[in-house]
């Protein structure tokens, strides 16, 4: 494709992002095909020459799209949201044609001179301490698996990295079972086994107990194994729990445990002034998890990574074959230690644009706007007699369960598993499942950037019209 065609090519893509821009809300938000039915669409062997662009845009269309669940629609209210603001939509076409592998200074320092600065931008946003240092990493679930490497390693004296498992003294890592299925996966890839977990008990607000933490960290001691990491939650995915940081944090340095705090989804909301008291107590943090890609606009994928002691993850972490050294040696930042992946996408690019296009005062006022729309909609299901509003709202997350009056538990449980699957098979709205207390609920979060009121309102009617049409449990 010469550059003729692929200007001639890219208009056309041009004009089908911006039509989808402004036609997303009249897709179903989750794709409605059965498993199988993209797969059998796609022919079993590659073509053995070229096809035409035209081709490809047309099965685009007709065999990839009905297979798509639309993350940028208005009414996708499930998970947390993969957010695309039109800005960072422009960086990430940038990005794309730069190409670049971000993996040494030396191989692009513009890309690492923008990650450090994107970072510090980062750390005044959120108040952070300003001597942390920052990395962006592809996901949290990435930065929770670099806390507990740097954490199995500062406790273990580096010798893991040196000699193995093999005469390796048992290491305990500490989370509460609000807390993220990333801590598990990280334990269980750092050859830890999931046996070291400990999940401490929680509060009736699904907040760790720090005082259930200490006597666990103590227990552990005495049976002669050392308490390696602790992992706090500020704005958990289930309900959106905040633990304590403080009091965790003064828990971990009393045991040398390396407090590693993630605030996946809630981080973002950090930079309006009125939320940023859930992050009281950060400050004792060995590492903090936030990702631009929920809340700020910034897309898929942007995880921004702090650490307080950048020595401690690049030692965890390092390598250096000879092909991969440079004359600037240790004057420069190299990420390609900071992080699971040696090569690396210039991610920075994609906050500098939203951050410039939107300023600080945008991005709060968007969140902003939803955590009020979900405090309106929080009163409207407490309200409503036939639901029962069981956690939240935490910042813009609530979670509620459809009890017509009269209802005993098991038959709500029933009926709330069938109202989720009837909103979501009819597509005009999509919501998570998930547990409170043994008993399944309905999530509701709003944070996606083309979000308006009214979409909560339409969305929340269609599910009140919905549990109307049910049959009984
Ligand atoms: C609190 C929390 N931590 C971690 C993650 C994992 O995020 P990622 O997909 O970036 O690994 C999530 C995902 O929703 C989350 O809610």
């Known amino acids: 494709m010469d550059s003729k065609s692929f200007r001639e090519n890219a ?38 020459g070229p096809e035409s662009f035209e081709a490809v845009m047309q099965d685009f269309q007709s065999i990839i799209m009905p297979g798509v669940t639309h993350w940028q629609h208005p009414r996708f209210f499930a998970y947390f949201p993969a957010n695309v603001h039109p800005a960072s939509h422009l960086a990430e076409m940038l990005i794309s044609a730069l190409g670049i592998n971000a993996m040494l200074w030396e191989t692009s320092p513009a890309a690492t001179e923008l990650e450090e600065a994107m970072m510090d931008w980062l750390k005044t946003m959120l108040l952070l301490p300003s001597e942390w240092s920052g990395v962006i990493q592809d996901t949290a679930s990435s930065a929770t698996f670099c806390a507990v490497l740097a954490a199995r390693e500062r406790a273990t004296g580096w010798q893991v990295n040196e000699t193995g498992l093999g005469d390796a003294p048992k290491l305990a890592f500490y989370t509460s079972a609000e807390a993220h299925s990333s801590l598990e996966k990280a334990v269980k890839m750092a050859g830890l086994g999931k046996a070291s977990i400990r999940l401490v008990a929680t509060d009736a607000d699904h907040a760790m107990q720090p005082k259930a933490l200490a006597a666990m960290m103590e227990e552990d001691r005495k049976a002669g194994i050392i308490p390696a990491l602790v992992m706090a939650t500020v704005g958990s995915t289930s309900v959106g729990a905040a633990d304590p940081l403080k009091a965790i944090g003064v828990i971990a340095r009393a045991n040398k445990a390396y407090f590693h705090v993630d605030a996946a989804w809630a981080g973002s909301a950090m930079i309006c002034p009125e939320f940023r008291h859930l992050l009281d ?52 930042t190299d990420y390609r230690d900071w992080g699971v992946q040696l090569g690396r996408r210039m991610r920075a690019l994609k906050l500098w644009f939203v951050i410039r296009l939107q300023g600080v005062e945008g991005l709060q006022a968007m969140i902003r706007n939803h955590v009020a729309w979900i405090e309106d909609l929080a009163a409207v299901v407490r309200d409503a007699d036939d639901f029962e509003l069981v956690t939240g709202p935490n910042l813009s997350l609530i979670s509620f369960r459809y009890c017509p009056i009269g209802c005993e538990a098991e038959e709500a449980d029933i009926l709330t598993e069938r109202l989720l699957t009837a909103v979501n098979d009819d597509g005009f709205t999509y919501l998570t499942r998930t547990v409170v207390d043994g008993r399944p609920v309905i999530r509701f979060q709003a944070g996606q950037v083309n979000t308006c009121r009214d979409d909560v309102i339409a969305a929340w009617d269609r599910v009140v019209a919905l549990a109307a049409d049910l049959p009984q449990a």
Not at 305 to 328: C, G, M, N, Q, S
């Open 11 to 48: 208009h056309q893509i041009i004009d089908w992002i911006a039509d989808y821009m402004d036609g997303v809300k009249d897709y179903p938000v989750r794709a409605q095909v059965k498993p199988g039915e993209v797969r059998g669409q796609l022919p079993a062997m590659p073509p053995v």
């Open 281 to 332: 107590g950060v400050e004792s943090a060995d590492s903090f998890v936030f990702n631009p890609h929920k809340w700020m606009g910034v897309q898929f994928d942007c995880s921004a990574h702090f650490v307080r002691d950048k020595d401690t993850l690049v030692r965890t972490l390092t390598i250096l074959p000879a092909y991969l050294e440079t004359r600037e040696g240790t004057t420069v």
